[in-house]
């Protein structure tokens, strides 16, 4: 046994993702078990799509190159209004439900996110301190919305990071792009910037477990 082999069945026998399989995979800090489960599932949000159609609402975390769906979705707005992309921006409605019969006219509805450091109040919908104990909260789905940047409301909204880990830190790919940090997100409160700010709430595409 090579020392390549042996590394791979002693990350096994301790149920972590094998690095060799963590290079050439999309970043993830789940143990072994959960990794495959996790992975099993994309394949079929994938395979779902390919049988049954283009989904109502988007797994956002089910992506491998979860920037380029965004900025797909993007073009897709930019073609159907005639706008240059470089004029266009996004706007973010959290909407009430976790599910959708129907999928929005322009932009797209996206589900799968958590908050850590905050909770998503549904019946004020506005961001609101963590119940006790727990750590992360699902948010509902969340309407991304192409828009031109003149034409997006100014607010006094938080602006939340979405990362594609709990580690919060990435490199910069060959694309451009960080290869943890997806987007900022703006999230309505009713309490000031700063205090959210302070206690470095961010949006996660997946969680550890």
């Known amino acids: 046994m090579d020392a390549d082999l042996e590394a791979l069945a002693g990350s096994l026998l301790v149920g972590?993702?094998?690095?060799?399989?963590?290079?050439?995979?999309?970043?993830?800090?789940?143990?072994?078990?959960?990794?495959?489960?996790?992975?099993?599932?994309?394949l079929k949000f994938l395979q779902d799509w390919y049988n049954v159609g283009k989904p109502t609402v988007f797994w956002l975390s089910g992506f491998f190159f979860?920037?380029?769906?965004?900025?797909?979705?993007?073009?897709?707005y930019a073609r159907k209004y005639t706008i240059p992309i470089d004029l266009l921006g996004f706007s973010f409605q959290?909407?009430?439900?976790?599910?959708?019969?129907?999928?929005?006219?322009?932009?797209?509805?996206?589900?799968?996110?958590?908050?850590?450091?905050?909770?998503?109040?549904?019946?004020?919908?506005?961001?609101?301190?963590?119940?006790?104990?727990?750590l992360f909260d699902s948010v509902p789905i969340i309407w991304v919305q192409p828009a031109e940047k003149s034409k997006v409301q100014?607010?006094?909204?938080?602006?939340?990071?979405?990362?594609?880990?709990?580690?919060?830190?990435?490199?910069?790919?060959?694309?451009?792009?960080?290869t943890n940090f997806v987007i900022a997100m703006l999230l309505p409160t009713d309490k000031p910037v700063q205090h959210w700010i302070k206690r470095g709430v961010a949006l996660l595409c997946q969680l550890d477990d």
């Open 66 to 76: 979860t920037q380029a769906f965004l900025t797909g979705a993007m073009q897709n």
């Open 154 to 178: 100014k607010s006094d909204a938080y602006i939340c990071p979405l990362y594609k880990t709990s580690e919060r830190k990435g490199t910069l790919s060959t694309t451009g792009h960080s």
């Open 16 to 42: 972590k993702v094998p690095e060799k399989w963590a290079k050439r995979s999309y970043p993830s800090l789940k143990p072994l078990g959960s990794y495959v489960a996790d992975f099993l599932a994309r």
């Open 94 to 134: 959290v909407l009430s439900t976790d599910t959708s019969e129907t999928s929005p006219e322009d932009g797209v509805f996206v589900h799968g996110l958590f908050l850590d450091g905050a909770r998503w109040d549904r019946k004020n919908g506005v961001l609101s301190e963590q119940h006790p104990k727990v």
